[in-house]
């Protein structure tokens, strides 16, 4: 089985900034797409970026100029750098892979548990 564990939420003043990060585990053979999710209270989970294996970046456009999306495919992870942080950036995020395992073989969609990031004066 695959596990893909966040961290590095937590409670930061407006225009801080924090970094996420989320570490792949398991039977793994491939990691393709991997991205970074959001879910404010009350509201639709969200698309916040995605990077590709080749490390083509996408975000949406709430995000542009002050997130950065990167992964490091040696060791699994997929880290967001969040600078400028603004209140309505408040939400869980989470962390979203396609993924092919060994055992069995095949690729599948995976998510993590989920990190909070409280932006707040």
């Known amino acids: 089985q695959v596990q893909l564990v966040e961290s590095g939420g937590g409670l930061v003043q407006p225009g801080g900034s924090l970094r996420l990060s989320c570490v792949a585990s398991?039977?793994?053979?491939?990691?393709?797409?991997m991205a970074w999710y959001r879910q404010a209270p009350g509201k639709q989970r969200e698309l916040v970026a995605t990077?590709?294996?080749?490390?083509?970046?996408n975000y949406v456009d709430s995000v542009k100029g002050r997130f950065t999306i990167s992964r490091d495919n040696a060791k699994n992870t997929v880290c967001l750098q969040m600078n400028s942080l603004k209140p309505e950036d408040t939400a869980d995020y989470y962390c979203?892979?396609?993924?092919?395992?060994?055992?069995?073989?095949?690729?599948?969609?995976?998510w993590g548990q989920g990190t909070q990031v409280t932006v707040s004066s």
């Open positions: 979203n892979a396609d993924i092919t395992t060994r055992w069995p073989w095949r690729t599948s969609n995976y």
């Open positions: 398991g039977s793994i053979v491939t990691i393709y797409d």
């Open positions: 990077v590709t294996s080749d490390g083509i970046t």
